[in-house]
């Protein structure tokens, strides 16, 4: 079956430590997209790929770094310049082109000790 | 840049009842609008969408109409049933571009 995979699916963070989010995708998708949700919010763009080596920030891409190194994985990596982790973390990935839709995994919840 | 409302933010009807969802967005050259549906713990799944070149679009008891002139979209279920709980989403595409603008959601709770 195609799809997207996010590990883990709960991930705890300790103050000033950074954690990294899987995403892998087996869809043969060129883009890749990284989102925030927060409860009675949308969902923000953090970063996104359209391609293999290159990436670009979203609207809230202060205190998140990624990688693209691998058609297939898109790697969020939560620094501790990010001061209000606590969020529902959403990869989508799509063909990459105008007028089509973005495909989701199931997330990945992170909470703060 | 793309800015995208949704309405109501919650919504409950009977079972049986129809639901209606309205999202309105900002850029005029916007061509792309999906909705989406999020059950708890999951992410959002594609259950519709629609482009500007298009009216209306009808996926058995799922609907969605577009009217460019107002710049609004509306996600339609008829015969609503217990498992058409969720939050959904609706999200616009601006120009030449690949991202989407998300709205708010709104949590639809149908009762049986």
């Known amino acids: 079956d195609g799809g997207i995979t996010q590990s883990p699916k709960y991930l705890f963070r300790k103050e000033g430590q950074n954690v990294t989010l899987s995403c892998e995708q087996n869809?043969?998708?060129?883009?890749m997209y990284w989102y925030r949700q927060d409860p009675g919010q949308g969902l923000r763009l953090i970063y996104y790929?359209?391609?293999?080596?290159?990436?670009q920030k979203g609207d809230i891409a202060e205190g998140y770094s990624v990688s693209r190194e691998k058609k297939e994985s898109f790697p969020l990596t939560v620094t501790s310049a990010q001061k209000n982790p606590t969020a529902f973390y959403l990869c989508?990935?799509?063909?990459?082109?105008?007028?089509?839709?973005?495909?989701f995994g199931d997330g990945t919840r992170l909470s703060i000790l | 840049g793309e800015n995208v409302e949704q309405h109501p933010s919650t919504l409950s009807v009977q079972e049986g009842d129809s639901a209606v969802i309205k999202c309105t967005y900002s850029?005029?050259?916007?061509?792309?609008f999906p909705w989406y549906k999020q059950e708890l713990g999951k992410g959002p799944q594609l259950i519709i969408d629609?482009?500007?070149?298009?009216g209306e679009k009808k996926d058995q008891r799922i609907a969605v109409t577009l009217n460019k002139t107002a710049k609004h979209f509306s996600l339609h279920i008829t015969e609503t049933q217990p498992e058409d709980s969720a939050v959904y989403f609706c999200a616009a595409s601006p120009p030449g571009t690949d991202k989407l603008i998300f709205g708010t959601g709104t949590r639809l709770q149908v009762f049986p």
């Open positions: 790929s359209q391609i293999v080596n290159d990436f």
């Open positions: 869809l043969n998708h060129d883009a």
């Open positions: 629609i482009r500007s070149n298009v």
């Open positions: 850029d005029s050259a916007s061509n792309y």
């Open positions: 989508a990935s799509s063909i990459g082109t105008t007028d089509q839709p973005q495909h």
